[in-house]
């Protein structure tokens, strides 16, 4: 059976370095720098980014792992982006209640309309726009992997034995 072959070695690259600037970005930025405090919009900014970070990852992994359909391998990349989003806010609610740090904006003046605090409203701030950026990318993947199956049949992709 041939091996599939989704992205090509400056796929992966891109990627890593996408990956290092958002997390120097989230670690110099947001904690060194204070962007969190000073840029209302560079919290939700990061987790929007994120969502689509992860569900690239996803469908990398799902594409590579099993021979789906691809309306299987976007939902899975979905599933594993927002999985991640809220294993992120699990965290940081663990650090909250551990260290007394203020991740989930907890400490912070309520400004909701409805009076439902700072940090309910971050965290829920924080899952919709993940959730909305990997439905995006998830989309674009599922039409880009729709595409990619009409126009190139698997042997084509690698034929016989070959290492692609």
């Known amino acids: 059976m041939a091996k599939r072959r989704l992205y ?4 992966w690259w891109v990627l890593g370095i996408g990956v290092a600037v958002f997390l120097v970005l989230c670690i110099l930025g947001g904690e060194v720098f204070n962007w969190y405090d000073s840029l209302p919009w560079f919290d939700k900014a990061l987790h ?3 969502g689509a970070f992860f569900a690239i990852i996803g469908f990398a992994i799902g594409y590579k792992m099993a021979r789906a359909k691809p309306k299987f391998i976007a939902l899975f990349a979905f599933c594993f982006s927002v999985t991640i989003s809220v294993l992120w806010e699990f965290y940081e609610f663990f650090m909250d209640s551990t260290f007394g740090t203020n991740m989930l904006r907890w400490q912070d003046k309520d400004t909701s309309a409805r009076g439902l605090g700072a940090g309910l409203t971050d965290t829920m701030w924080d899952l919709i ?6 439905l995006i990318t998830c989309f674009v993947g ?9 126009t190139t049949p698997d042997e084509a ?3 016989h034995d070959a290492q692609c």
């Open 48 to 50: 929007f980014v994120s």
């Open 142 to 150: 599922y039409l880009w992997l729709k595409r990619k199956a009409r």
């Open 157 to 159: 992709q690698c034929p």
């Open 8 to 11: 090509s070695k400056t796929f």
């Open 129 to 134: 726009l993940g959730t909305l950026a990997a």
